[in-house]
């Protein structure tokens, strides 16, 4: 398995405070992703970075905001969370970006606003 | 954005038969298209992809096909097993080769 490391796994957390999730990779990949996996929805993208400090925004960035200070860390950041941000957040991984190569998936994070 | 749309949503099938997910895309300058299986409480990994030069790609009971023409791909599985059952994805590359949509994934049952 590729060395993509989630956390945490499960959380829940109340609905206006602010929640960090973390993604650790050790097979230093260029670029890596942020996705949530609803019913119905399938894989939506949240954010994306192509490099250190690089980043941009996916198909459902509203209410999330991500840094990569690292090549190996990406985090992924929920300013004041909310119900619908309930969901499974999936991050990944690839070495020449996922329109061209393999992407690699963590395990996910199981997150519940309450 | 790329606009990928696959079908069926859920498809069971018994032991041993064929199953087919079909997916179409819009962005005619797509050249990349990987198919992912999702089991349960994992993440997606991939089983298989296609490039824009080739028409069909095979690894053992998995086959890939494309058709750039009508902007549509599809995952053959035969001989099934229980194994297979999971969820399956689709998925197309848009804004250049960075970033992928994926199609809203197929549940497939393998039936004993």
């Known amino acids: 398995d590729a060395g993509i490391t989630q956390s945490p796994r499960h959380k829940v957390t109340e609905t206006g405070t602010p929640v960090t999730l973390r993604c650790h990779q050790t097979e230093n990949h260029r670029y890596m992703y942020w996705y949530r996996q609803d019913p119905g929805h399938g894989l939506r993208l949240i954010h994306y970075s192509y490099g250190v400090k690089d980043t941009d925004k996916g198909e459902v960035s509203d209410g999330y905001s991500v840094s990569r200070s690292k090549t190996e860390d990406f985090l992924l950041t929920l300013e004041s969370a909310t119900s619908s941000q309930t969901s499974v957040y999936f991050c990944a991984i690839s070495e020449a970006g996922s329109g061209d190569t393999e992407a690699f998936f963590g395990q996910g994070t199981r997150l519940t606003v309450v | 954005g790329e606009n990928v749309e696959q079908h069926p949503s859920t498809l069971s099938v018994q032991e041993g038969d064929s199953a087919v997910i079909k997916c179409t895309y819009s962005?005619?300058?797509?050249?990349?298209f990987p198919w992912y299986k999702q089991e349960l409480g994992k993440g997606p990994q991939l089983i298989i992809d296609i490039r824009s030069n080739v028409g069909e790609k095979k690894d053992q009971r998995i086959a890939v096909t494309l058709n750039k023409t009508a902007k549509h791909f599809s995952l053959h599985i035969t001989e099934t097993q229980p194994e297979d059952s999971a969820v399956y994805f689709c998925?197309?590359?848009?804004?250049?080769?960075?970033?992928?949509?994926f199609g809203i994934g197929t549940k497939l049952q393998v039936i004993p």
């Open positions: 998925a197309a590359p848009y804004g250049g080769y960075q970033k992928v949509t």
């Open positions: 962005d005619s300058a797509s050249n990349y």
